[in-house]
């Protein structure tokens, strides 16, 4: 992989929990929250990183941003080692942690842009075309004398995604950026990320629960579970790989019974539309197009892939076998 902007190699982060046996005694016991994990993330790409509650996710970007120091393994991140560098890491990066803030709760929002272009001591004109910019782009305009605590979640986490960005990262870490948005702020959000990136070359790494967040955003995935990295891939690998089934939703002019097709099997039938499911490796869509004309009049064809909720299950499922 060619210039990779964060390293990790085994790295793996333990803790020393207590477990009660007995009415009176604890028994010390030593868990794995990350269990020697390894991958290479190219700079100017985003990625995404997902799991269940529990699997290590948050775990591992506290160990990327020096927050927490790794049990073992090494980790370079914008070529330093964040735990023992992170006055100078914290430069480079970006952070937005979904449920913490960065801001300050009594301050109007612009305020706060200020207290930070303090902090990372970036010159006036360079913050005053910043904030322009992603006030434009996120819409901030209207509540940038608003004190944070009066914001509406997707209001704050606008104000989130500028604080972290304000000072040109080169990296960004975003833990559940989109958690508790409508739709409305989630689309504003996804555009806002997929635009830094493509115009200014920010690093993403995101980790979220939503996986409309991954399929708008990432060309790559890291799948982690039980502390163990169990994919790392692209979104169509994955899809060929765990998902290699595909629906072809068909609207026939009537009415008709199931269609009965080499290569495919009728799944459902409400009236004239009928979804007929087919392997990819073995029977190409438009070949099951043509044999469906054959048989009735077609008004309207669609294919639909298997839900990346479904494929990311049977990972989970293979993982924990």
């Known amino acids: 992989m060619a210039d990779p902007v964060i390293q990790v190699e085994g790295v793996e982060k333990r803790f020393v929990v207590r477990v009660k046996r007995g009415r009176l005694r604890r028994e010390r016991r030593e868990v794995a929250a990350v269990d020697r994990i390894g991958f290479e993330i190219e700079r100017g790409t985003i990625v995404g990183y997902l799991g269940p509650n529990g699997a290590g996710k948050s775990t591992t970007v506290k160990m990327l941003t020096g927050i927490l120091v790794p049990s073992g393994g090494r980790i370079r991140v914008a070529g330093l080692d964040p735990s023992r560098r992170r006055v100078e890491?914290?430069?480079?990066?970006?952070?937005?942690?979904?449920?913490?803030?960065?801001?300050?709760?009594?301050?109007?929002?612009?305020?706060?842009?200020?207290?930070?272009?303090?902090?990372?001591?970036?010159?006036?004109?360079?913050?005053?075309?910043?904030?322009?910019?992603?006030?434009?782009?996120?819409?901030?305009?209207?509540?940038?004398?608003?004190?944070?605590?009066?914001?509406?979640?997707?209001?704050?986490?606008?104000?989130?995604?500028?604080?972290?960005?304000?000072?040109?990262?080169?990296?960004?870490?975003?833990?559940?950026?989109?958690?508790?948005?409508?739709?409305?702020?989630?689309?504003?959000?996804?555009?806002?990320?997929?635009?830094?990136?493509r115009e200014r070359g920010v690093t993403v790494l995101l980790t979220t629960h939503d996986l409309a967040d991954i399929e708008r955003l990432c060309s790559r995935l890291l799948v982690i579970d039980h502390g163990r990295l169990?994919?790392?891939?692209?979104?169509?690998?994955?899809?060929?790989?765990?998902?290699?089934?595909?629906?072809?939703?068909?609207?026939?002019?009537?009415?008709?019974?199931?269609?009965?097709?080499?290569?495919?099997?009728?799944?459902?039938?409400?009236?004239?539309?009928?979804?007929?499911?087919?392997?990819?490796?073995?029977?190409?869509?438009?070949?099951?197009?043509a044999a469906v004309g054959a048989q009735a009049r077609l008004i309207d064809v669609a294919i639909e892939e298997t839900e990346i909720e479904e494929i990311v299950r049977r990972i989970y499922a293979a993982g924990a076998r």
């Not at 000072?167 to 508790?180: A, N, R, S, W, Y």
């Not at 806002?192 to 990136?197: G, K, Q, R, T």
């Not at 199931?258 to 799944?267: F, I, S, T, W």
């Open 230 to 289: 169990i994919w790392d891939g692209g979104l169509d690998e994955l899809r060929r790989q765990h998902g290699p089934e595909r629906t072809l939703v068909v609207d026939l002019e009537e009415s008709a019974p199931p269609l009965e097709l080499d290569g495919a099997r009728v799944v459902k039938v409400d009236g004239p539309r009928q979804w007929l499911r087919f392997r990819r490796d073995e029977t190409s869509a438009s070949e099951l197009i």
């Open 89 to 197: 890491l914290a430069a480079k990066i970006g952070v937005v942690f979904g449920q913490r803030s960065q801001l300050w709760w009594d301050l109007p929002l612009r305020d706060s842009f200020e207290l930070l272009r303090h902090i990372y001591r970036v010159p006036p004109a360079r913050h005053r075309e910043n904030l322009d910019r992603f006030a434009d782009v996120l819409a901030l305009g209207p509540f940038l004398e608003t004190p944070v605590r009066q914001l509406s979640l997707g209001q704050r986490m606008r104000g989130e995604l500028t604080a972290a960005l304000l000072h040109d990262p080169e990296i960004v870490f975003l833990d559940e950026p989109t958690i508790g948005l409508d739709v409305v702020a989630k689309a504003a959000v996804r555009e806002f990320l997929s635009e830094v990136n």
